[in-house]
């Protein structure tokens, strides 16, 4: 299968920090989201990725879609406590259908004001 | 705009038994996939649902079945439970099979 590893697997920051994780795969995708999930609740889509080497920003959060197609980095900037959450990478299960996403095992924030 | 809402939160149940779950669509969005999330993993696909039909599914015994209304709406059936289907379940809807799937909050489902 398509196997999607998250590194790290935990982080544990003080307040306005910055964060970088990663995601990495052995196939190819050609669509890349980033999801975060709090306890309680579902995850929440953060930022969609269509292109190779596409740079997208949504407000502190900066993600990049790697020019290898195999790779994904999410960057927060200026941490906050409500950043709190788990993040999770996803992709469609393989190259030719977008009908069911493949989830990594999530990195874990934890920020300390 | 109304988000995902699935129903209920939270339910306990004993092996063997059956159980339905429920998930209404984002508004405007005619597709609900539903995915397990065990404790500490990431989501994993069961099934899609677009046009009332199955469009996909991931590795899940058949007495995992769902059905898709004409309303978008959407049930996640279990028969036979077992002691390891205890995880929470999440529906996400797009609008067709290839959008960015939004989630609801998820049923957690606890099986005794």
């Known amino acids: 299968g398509q196997q999607l590893n998250q590194s790290p697997q935990s982080m544990f920051i003080q307040e306005g920090e910055d964060v970088s994780m990663n995601c990495t795969s052995s196939s190819i995708f050609n669509t890349w989201l980033w999801y975060k999930q709090e306890p309680g609740e579902g995850p929440v889509l953060l930022i969609a990725l269509y292109k190779a080497g596409e740079l997208t920003s949504n407000g502190r959060l900066t993600a990049q879609f790697g020019i290898t197609r195999k790779d994904s980095f999410l960057n927060i900037s200026a941490s906050i406590p409500s950043d709190v959450g788990i993040y999770f990478c996803a992709g469609p299960k393989n190259s030719n259908s977008g009908y069911a996403l493949n989830f990594g095992k999530g990195t874990s924030l934890l920020v300390t004001p | 705009e109304t988000g995902v809402t699935q129903s209920p939160t939270h339910l306990i149940k004993t092996r063997g038994q059956q159980v339905t779950l429920r998930c209404s669509s984002q508004s405007g969005h005619n597709t609900v996939s539903w995915y397990q999330q065990a404790l500490g993993q990431g989501p994993q696909f069961i099934f899609q649902?677009?046009?009332?039909?199955?469009?996909g599914r991931g590795n899940f015994p058949p007495r995992f079945s769902g059905l898709q209304f004409p309303n978008y709406s959407s049930e996640l059936n279990v028969n036979a439970l077992e002691l390891d289907d205890s995880a929470l379940y999440l529906c996400a809807s797009s609008l067709g099979p290839y959008g960015p799937q939004h989630f609801g909050d998820g049923t957690r489902l606890s099986i005794l």
């Open positions: 649902y677009y046009r009332e039909e199955e469009n």
